[in-house]
């Protein structure tokens, strides 16, 4: 483990050599030079520092060397090294900057981080989310569901769950019985960093995102299927015409369909609810308004000012989070960001507000380990991420966020 003393002699011999080359070098630090060049681990680097070959090999790479991208590397590597040892690379770094002016720290650069152990480099990869949620019972127990689970499990006299790890499955073994008992209700909870699928009692489908959780009685009887949304899910619906099925968002808004395909986006901190419509047809209501829409266009509603209006999309941008993708058109980094956060399970910062306004447009492999959706960020924009642990910070290329 090397120590900040370290780290300065290593600056005092590369500013030594620096003098020596431009003449500049006395006698005492010669022979400081000269004693320092004789210990058997630096030997050999500084015989290869002298050698007139070697030295306009790395003239010709420090003049192509883009150093800003050298320490983004270097930063996006270091991102998780202890408080403690990172004021030493952030000095590294100044060193190094300096040193690459005159083509000897390209050298020392190597050196050092050939003597570096694994573990002083510690680069953590955060990975996507997996098939995850909790089955809560109309009597409050938690039953975990993962992909790594085969289960059967009873949550009423006459219907049972199939857990394959992916899917949920409600399976119905007595209509009569289950008309007739008492209504039961099961609350399937996906967290952040989850996703699962959900075949509910009627036989339609549910495709439950991050960080969202719904709610359904066990056997839908009476007029209508009703189920409660918290988060993001998209919806395939059996049809039945004679019990219109309907989506009920915190009590305020209300999505009723007879059988079709689209996606609701109603997360807690949003300020708006999304629906998109895939296929068929819905009724978005929101008091006594309603709006109906047609495939391939949106209602956004602004459930505080309870106003709303529908706008034209392309409905598979909306739904391509089932599909493996994130696909953005004109989006606030704010929203893409919350969207990764919940997939990723990460907290995001800003250090400028304004970041959160910029606009990006792309799409993103949703099972790609986060530092590659975030390097396609950054190749797209001038903002750069600093990640720590489970924490990204955003800033502009201009700015680099203290590290202390």
Not at 36 to 50: F, P
């Amino acid at each position: 483990m090397y120590n900040e003393m370290e780290y300065q002699e290593e600056y005092r011999m590369a500013d030594l050599i620096r003098r020596q080359w431009l003449g500049i070098i006395t006698a005492e630090e010669q022979a400081e030079l000269e004693a320092w060049s004789l210990q058997e681990e630096h030997a050999r680097l500084y015989a290869k520092i002298r050698n007139q070959a070697e030295l306009q090999k790395r003239n010709l790479y420090v003049d192509g060397l883009d150093v800003d991208g050298v320490w983004h590397k270097l930063r996006e590597q270091i991102a998780d090294v202890p408080v403690r040892k990172r004021r030493f690379f952030t000095r590294y770094r100044v060193v190094a900057c300096l040193l690459l002016l005159i083509g000897v720290g390209t050298l020392l650069v190597y050196n050092r981080y050939s003597r570096l152990q694994p573990s002083d480099l510690l680069v953590q990869s955060i990975h996507p989310g997996s098939s995850k949620a909790v089955l809560i019972t109309n009597e409050g127990k938690q039953i975990i569901l993962q992909d790594s689970l085969n289960q059967e499990i009873q949550v009423d006299e006459s219907v049972t769950v199939k857990n394959t790890g992916l899917l949920a499955e409600y399976c119905l073994q007595d209509l009569q019985a289950a008309e007739q008992a008492e209504i039961k209700y099961n609350t399937i909870v996906v967290p952040r960093g989850g996703e699962y699928e959900v075949r509910l009692p009627d036989g339609s489908y549910v495709w439950m995102n991050a960080d969202s959780e719904i709610r359904f009685p066990v056997v839908f009887t009476g007029q209508t299927r009703q189920v409660s949304l918290k988060g993001e899910a998209y919806f395939k619906v059996e049809k039945d015409s004679l019990h219109p099925f309907i989506v009920n968002v915190y009590d305020k808004l209300k999505v009723e369909v007879l059988g079709t395909e689209f996606n609701v986006q109603a997360y807690s901190g949003d300020e708006v609810v999304k629906t998109t419509l895939n296929c068929g047809k819905v009724r978005v209501m929101m008091g006594k308004e309603a709006l109906e829409l047609a495939p391939e266009q949106q209602a956004v509603c602004d459930l505080r000012h309870r106003r709303f209006h529908k706008i034209e999309v392309n409905a598979n941008y909306f739904s391509a989070w089932k599909d493996g993708k994130f696909i953005f058109e004109d989006e606030p980094l704010e929203n893409i960001l919350n969207s990764l956060a919940r997939w990723y399970n990460i907290s995001v910062f800003y250090q400028n507000e304004e970041l959160k306004n910029f606009h990006f447009t792309g799409d993103l492999e949703r099972y790609d380990d986060f530092s590659v959706a975030l390097r396609m960020l950054e190749k797209a924009t001038n903002i750069r991420f600093l990640v720590t642990g489970r924490t990204a910070v955003s800033y502009t290329h201009l700015t680099l966020p203290t590290i202390a």
